[in-house]
């Protein structure tokens, strides 16, 4: 345990506290025979009993002055909860109308929800249930950018998905690079418990056979779990439910991609954002995932001491008192 | 009067009244010290302009020449540190011609790590277009913390070098009430133009920019690309376009404090060229971006202080008075 102080300076008053041990100790009491009496020896130790306490009285406030604290450091801690990776498609496709909602007008857009703010909702919801996970976050478009490292802090997660909500998004769509970034993010991290890549996005890319490849040999390498939650485009067919082969693939570039994923050794879920129970299958999932326990490393925050110091300066005072209130003033 | 009197004669004598003072004073001190007090705490949103030009190595840092973004990050690490808690720090990117926000505005102390990390992650190549339209990026920054919260001030962390180049007459213009957010832009860069490299995988150099790979001039002076090659725009300026050309000196680099500051007015923000940590640290601190929130402050060593004062007087100072012993009459 190492202990720190915030202002050093105040530590000059420890020279105080050094004072009552060399204060003669005056007899309260003048009585002529009084140094005929030989010394006690209870007597001396309780004098330096007494003198001890009024020093230490004063270094612990000197002490508490000083501002200690125990700096923050990291314990290993054994708990549940998965690390997340969120893949959010931050494209210029995203600002479009999401599909799962009723209109009477293919064309009009007006008025309607776009797909990002659905994605943002329900990854908002999805956190705000399972907080005990750590997450990282992820934006794609041209290039991947990484937004957050996986940390545990609920709030700058939310600020994160809520930066979404600023501005429009960029160009173009890129998920192969996207993933395979998603999936680095486990790179230097010890296997600590279930790892989920969560894709949010609208639609599907064309993957060439070597992104295919190094993909799937990247998941299983570092044992990630592929879910992803798909946002469907106004006219444009599911990948999952209703989603039939008549459809050329070539109008259902999500579906090609939903195809490949099924094709993974790994685990991969598809979830659709329409399906109103889609977000709380997704939850149970990753609860199903992570069965095993996992070892974390817990930042305990810097923490004030103050009081301890307080409360043993009091104890002493209180001592003190009983001391004087008990002695003898006079006869 | 009299009463009054003994009282002072009997505290200077007595220990126990001050050892009786000093247990209260710590007991208030333990338990009723925290209290919401106002405070200047900040509320930022950092745009670091990550574009090409952000690479030039100008800067001496520690006595190290270092780029143009690794000082800004080095500065924004500071302020990170030094900002009091209860501010709230959100950070940008710039590159092409907008500002893309990776999150909005969190509390400084409680996610300092994720902050640090995420800083970090900030590099030339998460850009995704090589542009660097500074006006319509700061317009957008201005924007972007215009949406997070009306007191999230904005600081525009840049060396002003607009590519391509724009026409002088014909600028991007600022849709946006002036001064409907208050910050400043950050000048950041030497005075002396540079050449920008060419970075590889490692960040090595591998080359520099040459004069025929930039645009050197803006697009306006260029004239029509219709149906006459080269048909002059109106309102625009085209003599000399040739010479302009070949006189260029856009594949070089350095601060351009004319044009932020240029900027700085029409927006109302303010402008300040960035040159240590500490400097940065001065300016973010300004009154007039800080706002009043209660934060807990504790108020402890007001009681303890005084409960210091009472021991060392009854301790080290009082008088021990000897009682003549009291003959019974």
Redesign the interface.
């Known amino acids: 345990m190492n202990i720190s102080v915030a202002y050093p300076w105040v530590l000059f008053l420890l020279v105080l506290a050094a004072v009552p041990l060399f204060t003669a100790e005056k007899a309260l009491v003048r009585y002529s025979t009084l140094t005929l009496v030989p010394d006690d020896k209870v007597s001396v130790l309780i004098g330096i009993v007494l003198r001890l306490s009024r020093s230490a009285v004063l270094a612990l406030l000197a002490l508490a002055l000083s501002g200690p604290f125990l700096p923050e450091k990291e314990i290993e801690r054994i708990g549940e909860g998965a690390q997340i990776v969120l893949l959010l498609d931050r494209s210029r496709s995203m600002d479009q109308p999401f599909g799962g909602q009723p209109f009477s007008n293919p064309l009009e857009t007006r008025g309607s929800e776009p797909k990002g703010a659905v994605a943002r909702r329900l990854l908002s919801q999805f956190v705000a249930d399972r907080r005990n996970d750590k997450y990282g976050m992820l934006a794609f478009s041209t290039q991947p950018i990484q937004v957050l490292p996986l940390t545990d802090k609920t709030q700058i997660i939310r600020a994160a998905i809520d930066a979404g909500n600023i501005g429009r998004g960029l160009s173009e769509t890129d998920v192969g690079a996207g993933i395979l970034n998603a999936i680095r993010f486990f790179e230097a991290q010890p296997y600590t418990g279930s790892r989920v890549v969560m894709l949010v996005s609208d639609g599907g890319a064309r993957l060439d056979q070597t992104t295919r490849l190094h993909i799937a040999d990247m998941l299983k390498r570092y044992r990630v779990a592929l879910y992803w939650l798909y946002i469907r485009s106004r006219n444009s067919p599911g990948i999952i439910a209703g989603s039939t082969d008549d459809t050329p693939d070539d109008v259902a570039p999500a579906r090609v991609l939903h195809d490949y994923f099924e094709t993974l050794e790994t685990p991969y879920r598809a979830f659709d954002a329409e399906d109103p129970n889609a977000l709380a299958a997704a939850i149970a999932e990753v609860n199903e995932l992570q069965s095993l326990p996992i070892r974390y490393l817990d930042v305990v925050p810097k923490k004030n001491i103050a009081s301890w110091f307080y409360v043993a300066a009091m104890v002493l005072i209180a001592m003190l008192l009983l001391a004087e209130r008990t002695e003898i003033k006079r006869w | 009067m009299k009463s009054y009197r003994f009282a002072v004669n009997y505290l200077s004598v007595q220990?126990?009244p001050w050892?009786?003072l000093?247990?209260l004073l710590?007991?208030i001190?333990?338990t009723r010290s925290s209290i919401r007090l106002p405070h200047d705490t900040y509320r930022y949103l950092f745009v670091m302009d990550i574009t090409q030009s952000m690479n030039v190595d100008d800067i001496e840092f520690d006595d190290v020449a270092t780029t143009r973004l690794e000082f800004a990050k080095s500065v924004v690490a500071s302020a990170f540190q030094e900002l009091p808690c209860g501010s709230d720090v959100?950070l940008?990117?710039f590159a092409e011609h907008?500002?893309?926000?990776?999150?909005?505005?969190?509390?400084v102390c409680?996610?300092y790590?994720?902050?640090d990390?995420?800083l970090e992650?900030v590099d030339w190549?998460?850009?995704?277009?090589a542009r660097s339209e500074i006006a319509k990026g700061l317009y957008?920054a201005i924007?972007?913390a215009h949406?997070?919260d009306h007191d999230t001030r904005l600081v525009f962390l840049t060396d002003g070098h607009e590519a391509p180049p724009i026409n002088k007459d014909i600028r991007p213009p600022y849709g946006g009430d002036p001064g409907s957010v208050a910050g400043f832009i950050g000048g950041i860069g030497g005075p002396v133009p540079s050449r920008i490299p060419h970075l590889d995988d490692n960040d090595n150099i591998v080359g520099y920019w040459g004069r025929d790979e930039v645009m050197q001039i803006d697009v306006y002076s260029l004239g029509r690309a219709t149906t006459e090659q080269g048909e002059a725009m109106v309102g625009v300026n085209m003599v000399d376009v040739a010479r302009r050309i070949a006189l260029g000196q856009e594949h070089l680099s350095s601060l351009r404090e004319n044009y932020l500051r240029e900027l700085a007015m029409q927006t109302g923000l303010d402008y300040a060229r960035i040159d240590s940590p500490s400097a940065f640290i001065k300016g973010l601190r300004q009154q007039a971006y800080a706002r009043r929130t209660p934060v807990v402050s504790?108020l402890?060593?007001i009681p303890?202080?005084l409960?210091?004062i009472c021991?060392?007087y009854c301790?080290?100072l009082q008088p021990?008075?000897?009682?003549?012993?009291?003959i019974p009459r």
């Open positions: 220990t126990w050892l009786v000093s247990l710590l007991g001190a333990t959100g940008a990117i907008r500002t893309f926000v990776l999150f909005t505005p969190v509390e409680d996610h790590r994720a902050l990390d995420m992650k190549r998460i850009a995704w277009a957008s924007d972007a949406k997070s504790d402890g060593w303890t202080t409960a210091f021991l060392t301790f080290v021990r008075v000897c009682h003549a012993p009291t």
